[in-house]
């Protein structure tokens, strides 16, 4: 069974531009969980979809949204890109919530 | 919301050495889990513990979830388990984990 899958790898992008980032879950996992990690921070919950609708929302700006779509592929959209948003972009999915969490290999952003 | 904590915060390991490491939370959680990252980055999924103990190969996993703490146990150490040991916990139904700063583990030869 695959894992999860994100794309792309590895981003670079310019300050003010705005950038999404996609994520296939496991198949049969119905909930997708974003995660952003940096050196100072750590690993820091963005947000978790189950069933196409967001259940959970982490402390971060309304310039970071997300979606799920019907086959339970998530993007992650970040809009108006600033300098600390430079990260590694982590996406996990599990069967359904409060289930092990299985990362895919993440995206890492720069911007610069 | 929850706080994790986990100690030491950096460990360095001869092969074949055995090692603890520990995870408190702050609350009461229904989802403890702990992860390995690996030099590369990669998130590899340990043990789904939110209470008991769990054995995988040489990896074992106790919870205590009445005195809020985790712990998890390397025996023989390799080479291989060097890298990062996260422990997240959360509460409620949904997915939403909160991270502890890991534990740095370095074994040498």
């Known amino acids: 069974k695959a894992g999860v899958t994100q794309t792309p790898r590895y981003l670079i992008k310019t300050r003010g531009q705005q950038v999404t980032l996609s994520c296939s879950p496991i198949s049969g996992h119905r909930s997708v969980s974003w995660y952003q990690q940096t050196p100072g921070q750590g690993l820091q919950f963005l947000f978790e979809y189950f069933s196409e609708t967001q259940r959970n929302k982490g402390n971060f700006p309304g310039r970071f949204s997300g979606r799920q779509f019907s086959n339970s592929r998530s993007e992650m959209n970040v809009s108006t890109l600033e300098l600390g948003d430079s990260a590694l972009y982590l996406c996990?999915?599990?069967?359904?919530?409060?289930?092990?969490?299985?990362f895919g290999n993440g995206t890492r952003l720069t911007v610069t | 919301g929850i706080q994790v904590e986990q100690s030491p915060p950096d460990l360095i390991l001869q092969e074949g050495a055995n090692s603890t490491l520990r995870c408190n939370f702050s609350d009461s959680v229904n989802n403890l889990q702990w992860f390995h990252q690996n030099p590369w980055g990669q998130l590899i999924n340990l043990f789904y513990i939110p209470s008991g103990t769990k054995q995988n190969g040489r990896l074992s996993a106790t919870t205590v979830a009445t005195e809020r703490y985790s712990l998890l146990y390397i025996s023989s150490s390799q080479t291989t388990d060097s890298g990062v040991y996260f422990c997240?916990?959360?509460?409620?139904?949904?997915?939403?984990?909160?991270f502890g700063t890991g534990t740095r583990l370095q074994v040498t030869l």
């Open positions: 996990a999915s599990s069967l359904v919530e409060a289930t092990p969490l299985h």
């Open positions: 997240a916990a959360g509460a409620g139904t949904a997915s939403k984990l909160t």
